[in-house]
């Protein structure tokens, strides 16, 4: 993990491994309280990189990344569903960014492929407060599939 604090600024680098496997639920893990970043709660730009590694070369579609919108709006959702309204219904400034994932994608007709033990990067960027006290909250107990399209990718901390 890798931290710059510049005033109410912070980037923090977060790595985990995630894999594409059969359509099975795993038990959730929680991370360790010790190697979770941290912040101040005044804090309110916040980025996250999170490595992700396939184990199987997957196909998904390529107007993926609303996919990958929807699933952490969903996060969003099961912490702070107020915070989800406020996100959704247009009420605030552009409050977060992501990334599309970064890596080794294969066209495929019109889809994209990862690729098996490829690692693939996605970048998550609070750029408020409210949200960075999300994050800061989320990271706690980071889920252990990200379940879009028609792909799922275990974590793995």
Same mark, same amino acid.
């Given at each position: 993990?890798?931290?710059?604090?510049?005033?109410?600024?912070?980037?923090?680098?977060?790595?985990?491994?995630?894999? &594409?496997?059969?359509?099975?639920?795993?038990?959730?893990?929680?991370?360790?309280?010790?190697?979770?970043? &941290?912040?101040?709660?005044? &804090?309110?730009?916040?980025? =996250?990189?999170?490595?992700?590694?396939?184990?199987?070369?997957?196909?998904?579609?390529?107007?993926?990344? @609303?996919? !990958?919108?929807?699933?952490?709006?969903?996060?969003?959702?099961?912490?702070?569903?107020?915070? !989800?309204?406020?996100?959704?219904?247009?009420?605030?400034?552009?409050?977060?960014? @992501?990334?599309?994932?970064?890596g080794q994608l294969?066209?495929?007709?019109?889809?994209?492929?990862?690729?098996?033990?490829? @690692?693939?990067?996605?970048?998550?960027?609070? =750029?408020?407060?409210?949200?960075?006290?999300?994050?800061k909250q989320w990271?706690?107990? !980071?889920? &252990?599939? @990200?379940?879009?399209?028609c792909v799922e990718?275990?974590?793995?901390?």
């Amino acid at each position: 993990m890798e931290k710059l604090n510049q005033g109410k600024s912070e980037i923090v680098s977060v790595s985990f491994r995630a894999a &594409t496997a059969p359509k099975r639920k795993p038990r959730a893990k929680s991370t360790p309280k010790d190697s979770v970043p &941290t912040w101040a709660d005044e &804090t309110e730009l916040v980025g =996250l990189v999170f490595d992700l590694e396939a184990t199987a070369t997957a196909s998904f579609y390529s107007q993926y990344t @609303i996919g !990958l919108h929807a699933w952490f709006l969903d996060q969003v959702r099961q912490v702070d569903p107020d915070l !989800l309204a406020y996100l959704h219904d247009g009420e605030s400034e552009k409050a977060f960014s @992501i990334s599309a994932l970064e890596g080794q994608l294969l066209p495929s007709g019109k889809q994209l492929k990862l690729v098996a033990n490829q @690692i693939y990067h996605w970048h998550i960027n609070a =750029l408020s407060q409210r949200v960075a006290l999300f994050l800061k909250q989320w990271l706690t107990n !980071l889920p &252990t599939v @990200i379940d879009w399209s028609c792909v799922e990718i275990h974590t793995h901390t």
